[in-house]
């Protein structure tokens, strides 16, 4: 969860360059380290039906991406942050209704927890304008495939290693990035070497350790508990940003992020 927190303080510093292209290159750079990393330690390649799944979970990962920062033109920060981070909503009524899972009384209650203490943490900025309403489609649209590629990532992951997933759930990811750049007009390159250093970061810490992490723990725990860890995001977030940028934590968020941290424990504790 850390790892994925330093991704907003990261991208801080990279506010010329377009969101998709953001999103293309966090995933492209961490998709080549992971191949890289696949000559020095070899890697049982994906085939037949689980490598089908991956480029599926691929494709919806690199629409994930689009779709929310597509949401940011149309809607809010405030509201696409937390339309954007209702992935384990999806999982969870995935779970129950489609898979026929029993969760505990103990993960519903985290999951509950975790969502008010996000909601407070919005609270009054949470704009319910109409003219708004594309944008929070859009971003709730993003959590429903976002929610579907950790529901996939479960099955495929149970039969084969975190880097062969992951290398090829990226590198699919990108290429669908770089598609939709194509077709929206968005310029992938021309930047300075400073923001490419950025761009390199982020498919370091928030890519592969981040998302990294949560694909290999999938394996082991529901995907609903996966998908909740980037709830804790923007309180990671904000106390970095306090630490780095001296922006001040308000009231609501110590204790929205005080809730939604018990309601993460209680979700960590789940299998």
Not at 17 to 45: D, E, H, N, T, Y
Not at 78 to 103: M, S, Y
Not at 131 to 156: D, K, Q, R
Not at 242 to 269: C, H, K, N, P, Y
């Amino acid at each position: 969860m850390l790892a994925v927190s330093t991704s907003p303080i990261i991208a801080r510093y990279l506010e010329n360059v377009p969101a998709v292209a953001i999103s293309f290159w966090r995933m492209g750079f961490g998709a080549l380290i992971l191949w890289g990393v696949s000559f020095i330690k070899k890697q049982v390649p994906l085939k037949n039906e689980n490598l089908k799944r991956t480029l599926i979970a691929g494709i919806l990962l690199g629409i994930h991406f689009a779709l929310f920062f597509g949401s940011i033109k149309l809607t809010s920060i405030a509201n696409a942050t937390f339309l954007g981070t209702l992935a384990p909503l999806f999982t969870f009524f995935i779970e129950k209704f489609i898979l026929k899972r029993n969760h505990s009384n103990a993960l519903v209650l985290g999951l509950v927890l975790a969502i008010c203490g996000a909601t407070i943490i919005i609270g009054n900025r949470f704009d319910f304008s109409s003219n708004y309403t594309i944008g929070n489609l859009l971003a709730v649209a993003c959590s429903g495939f976002l929610g579907m590629a950790f529901i996939i990532s479960e099955n495929v992951r149970k039969e084969v290693g975190t880097l062969s997933y992951s290398r090829t759930l990226f590198s699919t990811a990108a290429v669908t990035l770089f598609v939709i750049a194509f077709f929206t007009g968005t310029v992938l390159t021309g930047f300075s070497s400073y923001e490419f250093g950025g761009l390199l970061l982020l498919g370091i810490i928030p890519t592969i350790l981040g998302h990294g992490s949560m694909y290999y723990a999938i394996r082991y725990v529901s995907p609903t508990v996966v998908a909740s860890a980037p709830m804790g995001e923007p309180i990671l977030a904000s106390i970095m940003a306090w630490f780095l940028f001296q922006e001040t934590v308000g009231f609501a968020t110590v204790i929205g992020g005080s809730i939604t941290l018990i309601g993460l424990f209680l979700l960590a504790r789940q299998k």
